[in-house]
């Protein structure tokens, strides 16, 4: 069978990874790829918005399913757009990516569905979300509705800090039309974890669970990034999985077919551990990253069987074998993230590890030029190993960062301390 994915990120290519080891691949190809999924795929220069060029590639090279990496085609209506055109598509419809594309049809679904969230309400007037704001307890959480790439919420402890991030999202648009409805939340406390499973529409299958850490700097401080490292999986009881199962995925299914939403891809599901129990904090409607690059690698069994099954509405009694042990995947980020990432400086190390078993590389923003490696993003690399526990996993992680450097490399030293 061949397979398309489209992206070219961290989390594109440990997925290009894993479905190159599936018996059930002919060819792998992705689109737009980077050089270093070029190492494995076959990569043309087609972008993730370009629908007839997707459309035109598939046809020429007999792709039989194309699996959608990131949001932004998907709430674009890549999977309506092909899939009447009789191609396979792993990744919801239009309809369905709205769960990630809007946070305000997020929050009504999760209502509707009584699925445990955070209090909220939604203004698209600034001076009236200034006027209610006044009388909102602090801290609150202000939240732009659209997509922002991880970088649309803001955790107000005092009114001065709402009415700035209610200005930069509303007035000054720094999100562009993101910011043109804003929600204003509860403020919760507890754990996160993320919560990713396949879904046919029907049924779901669980991956293990993971944490994220979406700060920049260590013990959680600095601004909010897309993500800064992830490990998997995270140990929760029995009891918990269940809640989770029945509070969240069971209803979030029963909300799909309610709405007739068309769902064949990944739910993520962000989650808050609360002295009330687990709330959701968000959905993605595509495999996290970084999450993907600390899950992945677990899988022992075949990604792509399993993603096929969940297009074919055929997960119900699929089971998926994970590996014992720990992942730990650290990202490696530019100067200057999240606000402005340096580019262009060289990676040094990377070959000391090309051929290792024990440490793998995920690329998430780097190009190449004349046989070296150039940083070309705000995360650079994810630098990610599987261990017996977290103590070994850091350990061989942290020691291959060591042997890593760029101008201005940034990294976290606390993840999955
Ligand atoms: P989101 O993109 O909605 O997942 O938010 C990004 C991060 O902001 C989350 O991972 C949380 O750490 C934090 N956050 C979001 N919503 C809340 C909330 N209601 N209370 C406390 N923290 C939140
Ligand atoms: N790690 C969070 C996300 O993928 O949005």
């Not at 961290?10 to 190159?20: A, F, Q, T």
């Not at 690698?297 to 055929?314: F, M, S």
């Not at 995947?329 to 590890?353: D, H, M, Q, R, T």
């Not at 070994?392 to 030293?413: L, P, Q, T």
Request: proline share 4%.
């Amino acid at each position: 069978m061949n397979v398309l994915i489209i992206g070219s990120g961290g989390r594109e290519h440990v997925l290009c990874r894993k479905i190159k080891q599936s018996p059930l691949l002919t060819k792998l190809y992705a689109l737009p790829g980077s050089a270093a999924i070029s190492e494995i795929a076959d990569c043309s220069n087609v972008a993730a918005d370009d629908f007839e060029g997707i459309f035109s590639f598939c046809k020429n090279e007999k792709i039989d399913v194309v699996i959608v990496g990131p949001e932004a085609p998907l709430a674009a209506g890549l999977q309506d757009f092909l899939s009447d055109k009789g191609i396979k598509v792993f990744g919801p419809s239009a309809a369905g990516a709205k769960l990630e594309s809007s946070k305000e049809y997020a929050k009504e679904f999760m209502k509707k569905n009584e699925i445990p969230t955070a209090d909220f309400k939604v203004f698209t007037d600034c001076a009236k979300a200034k006027e209610e704001i006044k009388n909102m307890k602090h801290p609150l959480v202000i939240k732009a509705d659209g997509l922002c790439a991880g970088k649309g919420v803001r955790i107000c402890f005092e009114e001065k800090e709402s009415f700035q991030a209610v200005s930069d999202f509303m007035d000054k648009k720094i999100f562009g039309d993101s910011g043109s409805r804003i929600i204003a939340e509860e403020f919760l406390i507890g754990k996160e974890a993320s919560i990713m499973a396949f879904v046919d529409g029907n049924d779901f299958l669980m991956l293990p669970v993971s944490r994220d850490h979406k700060r920049l700097s260590d013990n959680n401080e600095g601004p909010n990034t897309g993500g800064m490292g992830a490990v998997c999986p995270v140990n929760l009881d029995d009891d918990t999985i269940a809640i989770i199962k029945k509070q969240v995925l069971d209803r979030f299914i029963e909300g799909l077919k309610k709405e007739n939403i068309s769902y064949r891809g990944i739910i993520y599901v962000g989650l808050m551990f609360t002295k009330s129990g687990p709330k959701v904090l968000e959905f993605n409607v595509r495999f996290g990253d970084p999450e993907a690059q600390a899950v992945l690698p677990l899988i022992d069994g075949d990604l792509l069987e399993i993603i096929i099954a969940a297009i074919d509405g055929k997960i119900a009694g699929k089971k998926l074998s994970i590996k014992k042990g720990v992942c730990v995947s650290i990202v490696l980020s530019s100067g200057g993230y999240p606000a402005n990432p340096e580019k262009g400086k060289e990676i040094k190390g990377l070959e000391n590890f090309a051929d290792s078993e024990e440490i793998m590389i995920f690329h998430s923003g780097t190009r190449k030029d004349s046989g070296k490696w150039l940083t070309n993003g705000g995360r650079v690399l994810n630098i990610a190993a599987v261990a017996p526990n977290i103590e070994e996993a850091r350990k061989k992680v942290y020691f291959a960062i060591s042997n890593m450097s760029f101008d201005g490399m940034h990294y976290r030293k606390d993840i999955g301390l």
